[in-house]
């Protein structure tokens, strides 16, 4: 799969730091949590999909990591940088093993095919 991202030779080298570091803080926060947990459901509050990812997860007593990071009205030029660093346009962003396996109704995808415990013994 290849995501069509602007090459780096489009932005002018004076905007580039300034790219790179958009929020960076947030994004080294889940790559940290990501590293560290073999599941994660970075979510927000409100949205009821993260708690869907978590309740299902729950269900088989499967160990995930969460962060939340603000609501519908706060914070979401934070949450941008992490759809901007995935690619992935909504919450919950699913990680397992290092992965990202999307969000909440394709977690659930991969649990009705037996994926998602594959994936965690290997």
Request: glycine share 8%; net charge positive.
């Amino acid at each position: 799969m290849s995501r069509d991202i602007l090459p780096e030779d489009r932005i002018h080298p004076a905007v580039r730091e300034k790219i790179a570091n958009n929020h960076r803080d947030i994004v080294d926060e889940v790559k940290a949590a990501v590293a560290a947990h073999d599941v994660v459901v970075v979510g927000m509050a409100l949205n009821p999909n993260p708690k869907k990812a978590r309740d299902a997860l729950d269900a088989l007593g499967i160990a995930h990591h969460d962060l939340n990071y603000g609501g519908y009205h706060n914070q979401w030029r934070r949450r941008n940088a992490l759809k901007m660093w995935t690619g992935w346009p909504t919450f919950p962003m699913v990680f397992v093993k290092g992965t990202l396996v999307g969000g909440a109704s394709d977690l659930k995808k991969l649990i009705d095919s037996g994926e998602l415990q594959k994936m965690l013994a290997g």
